[in-house]
């Protein structure tokens, strides 16, 4: 039987997780109206990312035959007036998220729940790379963005990016 803390934040994080997917959404909404589509696929397929960690919470809990209680998603809650703000909004989601990621963790350790650590394990590796992706974003932004040529080639390389299911596997 899970400690009913740890199985609280974990279903929170369903939550989370989803909320984010429909802040990224948001964002790649926002590129798309500014007619920078490379910048729309990079959020989203960020979105398709958050997505799954939404599933991944779910399904973790239902393999440990804990009930899932699924809530309201909040509407995106970020002003977003230029660019770099979104960017900025991003990094500074990813850094909540992190906190929250780590609040679960300590939850667990302190009730021994290994089981559970295990399985955050994953997500501890995943928020340093999210945060290093909208660090970089930001680093980028400001060395190229003004220039509209440079930021035709930035967009171009964002337009790049191609989802990919996630390595954790439940
Ligand atoms: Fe699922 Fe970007 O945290």
Avoid at 7 to 34: C, G, H, P
Avoid at 54 to 83: G, T
Avoid at 132 to 144: R, S, V
Wanted: one cysteine or more; a negative charge.
């Amino acid at each position: 039987m899970m400690d009913k803390k740890v199985r609280e934040l974990l279903n929170q994080q369903i939550n989370k997780e989803f909320y984010s997917a429909y802040l990224y959404l948001e964002f790649s909404n926002y590129f798309e109206d500014r007619g920078l589509n490379g910048f729309a696929n990079w959020y989203y397929v960020q979105a398709q990312e958050e997505r799954d960690h939404a599933m991944l919470f779910y399904r973790y809990l239902q393999n440990n035959n804990e009930k899932v209680e699924l809530d309201a998603i909040a509407k995106p809650d970020k002003a977003l007036d230029c660019d770099m703000t979104v960017l900025k909004a991003g990094l500074e989601h990813e850094e909540y998220v992190t906190s929250l990621i780590n609040d679960i963790y300590a939850a667990a350790y302190n009730v021994k729940d290994f089981r559970t650590m295990q399985f955050l394990d994953w997500f501890v590796k995943e928020q340093g790379e999210e945060e290093t992706n909208a660090n970089d974003l930001i680093t980028k932004m400001e060395l190229f963005g003004s220039d509209p040529k440079s930021l035709y080639m930035l967009n171009s390389e964002l337009a790049a990016r191609v989802y990919t299911a996630p390595s954790l596997v439940l």
